[in-house]
């Protein structure tokens, strides 16, 4: 019986609860995975970016509860050194840091403009101006990092990082938004990771739909 648990909402539509999973998959933590049902208003607040914080996903460890996707990651790293989350230079892992927490509280537009949907399919959707310079911001950090690391992951082998922008893989291929070569062979090795499509195909299993994300693009 795992002796961790991770509390979390909609697969198909929630981005926060995508990377905390990661983050539990990629450090190698034995856990099950406990889904909210979406008539929870808190849930629902949260997928609808309404709510003033995210409660969602909650990893239980041992009678402790963190419910922050940083927080998530930094406790997995202290119980589980040896993950590989986080890079052993300190140099590497100061700036895997800081990518991460960029992304945990950047990129408000692109978040508005592109939600996460995974069932859905939008080719030829216009991204505007705002939402573009997020995008743009977003393919810097990437070449930059796999350029340092020589990839194939932004830190070399899998990290936060990864776990933190795999999200944004997901709306880059449901919007078809454009991209540089090397941005898009990274977004299709975060997709074809087993971890995403274990993920995805349990987010096209899910019934329930949130009205005002299944928008008319």
Not at 48 to 76: M, R
Not at 176 to 197: G, Q, S, T
Not at 203 to 210: G, H, I
């Amino acid at each position: 019986m795992a002796k961790a648990s991770l509390t979390i909402s909609s697969r198909n539509y929630s981005s926060w609860c995508l990377r905390g999973w990661l983050l539990c998959k990629f450090a190698g933590l034995e856990f099950e995975a406990v889904k909210v049902p979406l008539d929870n208003a808190e849930a629902r607040a949260e997928l609808l970016l309404l709510a003033p914080s995210f409660l969602t996903p909650c990893l239980t460890y041992e009678g402790v509860e963190v419910w922050d996707t940083l927080a998530i990651a930094e406790f997995l790293n202290e119980i589980l050194p040896d993950s590989g989350l986080m890079p052993k230079d300190p140099g590497a892992r100061s700036r895997c840091r800081s990518i991460s927490g960029e992304m945990h509280s950047g990129f408000a537009n692109l978040r508005a403009a592109l939600p996460m949907n995974l069932k859905a399919s939008h080719p030829g959707f216009k991204v505007w101006a705002g939402a573009q310079s997020d995008v743009d911001r977003i393919c810097l950090i990437w070449r930059e990092a796999l350029a340092e690391s020589g990839g194939p992951f932004l830190f070399g082998e899998r990290s936060m990082a990864d776990a933190m922008y795999a999200p944004v893989c997901t709306r880059f291929a449901t919007y078809e938004v454009k991209l540089d070569p090397v941005c898009a062979a990274y977004r299709d090795r975060i997709l074809a990771l087993p971890e995403m499509a274990e993920w995805t195909a349990a987010a096209r299993l899910e019934p329930d739909e949130v009205e005002e994300l299944e928008v008319e693009f």
